[in-house]
């Protein structure tokens, strides 16, 4: 099925769990600086989950939101459709012991159901900038940090996301109260009309289990008006031979994110966000590295300042 995960593999770094990965990783698989900056030269991306990946699990006591479940939709009826949706399929989504099909087809009926609500219900884009104003939403500790080493070692960041692209944006917008050259949204991504209203969403659904199918997508090439590949955009990364990739996410699904690349070396840092004790060792077995607890992103940069 493409949708069993791809386990790392040709990977030197040893699987490590908490303290004392970062020197045997650092060691065995290393993630060369490009030789010229926006040249190029392999470029080796950084490809990472949104919603309890780069954002955290637990704020302030409350479950933090996820793009999905902060979006006020302005119509009280529709909100609460969605919220129920939330409250029979998540848990769904986060059990270990539904196979992998039947989890697929599951997530498919949540996605197709949630977005069809929020195009009947009606969502502006002006609902989504107070949405996120209003959201309990937060980065991990460390994220700003790590975006800012990535951008300055010119290195790509694709933020690979089940969620909606419009919103994630807002999000960083919002929060960061500033972009990043090098960081890049992949999610689904909703149509407005000229009076700001949502009619529908482009191209294919991502949900958390097919996110395999649209890395292959994004391997299809982009050319400049010159007819090259347009080497500037994150997209294109995905067309070329890597050496090593850092992937980045908090579930098992999210390993399918690389499948349209090809490379040499992966490491995959899994954020094990809740069933801790049911899913501890699927997240050993499939990830290079598994923090918990809402770990924050200051072993992911140590890292990435051990392998550029
Ligand atoms: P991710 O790819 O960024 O992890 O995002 C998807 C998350 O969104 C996933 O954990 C489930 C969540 N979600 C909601 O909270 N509400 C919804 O209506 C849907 C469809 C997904």
């Given at each position: 099925?493409?949708c069993?995960?791809?386990?790392?593999?040709?990977?030197?770094?040893?699987?490590?769990?908490?303290?004392?990965?970062?020197?045997?990783?650092?060691?065995?698989c290393?993630?060369?600086?490009?030789?010229?900056?926006?040249?190029?030269?392999?470029?080796?991306?950084?490809?990472?989950?949104?919603?309890?990946?780069?954002?955290?699990?637990?704020?302030?006591g409350?479950?933090?939101?996820?793009?999905?479940?902060?979006?006020?939709?302005?119509?009280?009826?529709?909100?609460?459709?969605?919220?129920?949706?939330?409250?029979?399929?998540?848990?769904?989504?986060?059990?270990?012991?539904?196979?992998?099909?039947?989890?697929?087809?599951?997530?498919?009926?949540?996605?197709?159901?949630?977005?069809?609500?929020?195009?009947?219900?009606?969502?502006?884009?002006?609902?989504?900038?107070?949405?996120?104003?209003?959201?309990?939403?937060?980065?991990?500790?460390?994220?700003?940090?790590?975006?800012?080493?990535?951008e300055?070692?010119?290195?790509?960041?694709?933020?690979?996301?089940?969620?909606?692209?419009?919103?994630?944006?807002?999000v960083?917008?919002?929060?960061?109260?500033?972009?990043?050259?090098?960081v890049?949204?992949?999610?689904?991504r909703?149509?407005?009309?000229?009076?700001?209203?949502?009619?529908?969403?482009?191209?294919?659904?991502?949900?958390?289990?097919?996110?395999?199918?649209?890395?292959?997508?994004?391997?299809?090439?982009?050319?400049?008006?010159?007819?090259?590949?347009?080497?500037?955009?994150?997209?294109?990364?995905?067309?070329?031979?890597?050496?090593?990739?850092?992937?980045?996410?908090?579930?098992?699904?999210?390993?399918?994110m690389?499948?349209?690349?090809?490379?040499?070396?992966?490491?995959?840092?899994?954020?094990?966000?809740?069933?801790?004790?049911?899913?501890?060792?699927?997240?050993?077995?499939?990830?290079?590295?598994?923090?918990?607890?809402?770990?924050?992103?200051?072993?992911?940069?140590?890292?990435?300042?051990?392998?550029?």
């Amino acid at each position: 099925s493409p949708c069993i995960p791809v386990l790392p593999s040709g990977n030197s770094a040893s699987r490590w769990w908490f303290d004392g990965f970062h020197e045997h990783v650092a060691g065995g698989c290393r993630l060369p600086r490009p030789k010229v900056a926006g040249g190029e030269e392999d470029r080796n991306p950084v490809i990472a989950d949104f919603d309890g990946t780069l954002t955290r699990y637990w704020i302030d006591g409350r479950r933090g939101q996820t793009s999905h479940g902060l979006l006020q939709q302005g119509n009280a009826e529709y909100d609460a459709k969605r919220q129920a949706l939330y409250e029979y399929y998540h848990p769904l989504e986060i059990s270990p012991t539904i196979p992998i099909e039947e989890k697929t087809k599951l997530m498919e009926e949540w996605w197709e159901k949630t977005h069809g609500l929020l195009i009947e219900g009606g969502v502006t884009y002006d609902a989504i900038k107070k949405s996120v104003s209003e959201a309990t939403i937060a980065f991990r500790d460390g994220v700003v940090e790590l975006f800012e080493v990535l951008e300055e070692l010119d290195v790509p960041v694709l933020v690979f996301s089940a969620g909606l692209a419009d919103i994630i944006e807002e999000v960083f917008r919002q929060k960061l109260h500033r972009s990043f050259k090098n960081v890049k949204v992949v999610s689904n991504r909703m149509v407005f009309d000229e009076k700001g209203c949502l009619v529908a969403f482009k191209g294919k659904t991502i949900h958390v289990l097919n996110k395999n199918e649209h890395a292959l997508d994004m391997a299809a090439p982009i050319h400049d008006k010159f007819g090259y590949p347009n080497v500037y955009n994150p997209d294109s990364v995905l067309m070329k031979q890597r050496t090593n990739v850092l992937l980045l996410g908090d579930h098992v699904g999210d390993l399918g994110m690389s499948d349209g690349l090809s490379y040499e070396n992966r490491i995959a840092v899994g954020f094990l966000n809740n069933n801790t004790e049911m899913s501890f060792k699927s997240y050993l077995d499939a990830f290079d590295v598994v923090y918990l607890n809402d770990a924050s992103m200051r072993g992911v940069v140590e890292l990435v300042s051990h392998l550029c």
